[in-house]
């Protein structure tokens, strides 16, 4: 039988700090692709020297920018990664296996991501399984999304892997509040203006989301980071309420 052919594709900027993670792990592809929307620091000589190929796009968004790297990859089948993220041994044996063995009728697969964050593999306050469709058979799929949330979207059928995605989220807690900052200011932007009452709402469904990532899901057990992780994603569920209303006020100021 012969074997089908892999490509990886990534989007990238500014990236020259963890990239080269990935692409030391991306041995078992047959190509893989950089599409860089304007690094400054480097990325795309360290991609190029790690053997990618590097494509230059202007910033479209993450979907369209997700299915450019897509159409220019050449393989039958499609891995899609982000610049943090990582194949392990174990899991590029299983995609080698799956996409050679595979029915027609499957056109793509989702995996576990296993995310990384504060010296400590994160199982628990809803970080895992976190399962990602990220494989995809070439022509079967599309990204789609806002500046939020993107998804691949799959013409087919998916399946399973069973073995993990490495994701070394955020470089510390700095990097995860300029995460929640900036997805904080796009939900704020996306919602229409609201009233006090809008972040009264917000205090209950904040402390709602701290319960849920620290007991129900049992954030508990990830001991220090855990907590962290619960603070801060209790912290995003405020500040977007909060913006909102921000909006409003400065909307009443202008009048």
Not at 89 to 98: F, Q
Not at 197 to 207: I, M
Not at 213 to 225: N, Q
């Given at each position: 039988m012969e074997k089908p052919t892999i490509s990886i594709a990534v989007i990238a900027k500014n990236e020259a700090d963890r990239i080269g993670r990935l692409l030391k792990s991306a041995s078992f592809a047959d190509e893989v692709v950089v599409v860089d929307s304007g690094s400054t620091d480097g990325t795309q000589v360290l991609c190029e020297r790690l053997g990618a190929r590097v494509i230059f796009n202007e910033w479209p968004g993450y979907a369209e920018q997700k299915n450019f790297a897509m159409e220019q990859t050449t393989s039958e089948w499609v891995l899609n990664l982000d610049a943090d993220e990582e194949i392990a041994?174990?899991?590029?044996?299983?995609?080698?296996?799956?996409v050679l063995h595979t029915a027609p009728e499957v056109s793509g697969f989702s995996m576990p991501r296993l995310s990384r964050y504060l010296g400590r593999w994160i199982k628990y306050g809803g970080w895992y399984p976190d399962y990602k469709v990220r494989l995809v058979r070439r022509g079967s799929g599309s990204w789609s999304g806002d500046a939020l949330h993107e998804k691949l979207l799959i013409d087919g059928k998916v399946e399973r892997l069973s073995q993990p995605i490495l994701h070394h989220v955020y470089r510390g807690i700095a990097d995860q509040i300029k995460t929640i900052n900036r997805f904080s200011d796009i939900y704020a932007a996306q919602?229409?203006?609201?009233?006090?009452?809008?972040?009264?709402?917000?205090?209950?469904?904040?402390?709602?989301?701290?319960?849920?990532?620290?007991?129900?899901?049992?954030?508990?057990?990830?001991?220090?980071?855990?907590?962290i992780i619960a603070m801060n994603s209790a912290w995003y569920v405020f500040l977007k309420h909060a913006k909102a209303w921000e909006t409003g006020l400065r909307e009443k100021d202008d009048v």
């Open positions: 041994g174990t899991l590029a044996v299983e995609i080698m296996d799956a919602k229409p203006p609201a009233g006090s009452g809008f972040v009264l709402v917000g205090v209950g469904h904040a402390l709602g989301k701290f319960l849920e990532c620290y007991v129900w899901k049992l954030g508990v057990l990830d001991g220090i980071p855990g907590l």
